[in-house]
């Protein structure tokens, strides 16, 4: 009797199976990665989120910031001159204080 041939044809395809299976695995998981920590993944997602939430927070106080200085603007124009807000742009733009006028000090380090 003759003792059975081991196939080469069949290791060769099995292997060919197994190769394929894992260059495919190989690839997933490359792509697995990348979509959670690459340029354009979950991680970076959620930062944009974060960064989002902080320059929406930053632009509503620097609209605020801005009405505000508007609404002083407005009340140092000529038609309608609001007396006391032009006394006290005066008195700081001229470093004066009435007699009248009870001054705070700040520490030595500031000078206004």
């Known amino acids: 009797m003759v003792p059975p041939m081991v196939s080469r044809s069949r ?4 292997l060919t199976g197994v190769a394929l299976y894992t260059v495919a695995a190989a690839m997933v998981g490359y ?3 990348n979509a959670y920590t690459g340029k354009y ?3 970076a997602r959620q930062e944009l989120d974060q960064e989002i939430i ?4 930053e632009l ?3 609209k ?4 505000d200085s508007e609404h002083r603007v407005s009340l140092l124009r000529s038609d309608r001159l609001d007396p006391d807000m032009l006394d006290e742009r005066a008195r700081f733009q ?4 009435n ?3 009870l001054v705070r000090m700040s520490g030595p380090d500031r000078t206004r």
């Open 41 to 43: 993944g979950l991680n």
């Open 54 to 57: 902080a320059l929406t927070s």
């Open 31 to 33: 792509f697995g990665v």
């Open 60 to 62: 509503a106080r620097l």
């Open 64 to 67: 605020q910031e801005r009405a």
């Open 11 to 14: 290791l060769k395809s099995i």
């Open 94 to 97: 001229l470093d004066y204080a």
């Open 99 to 101: 007699p009248h006028d």
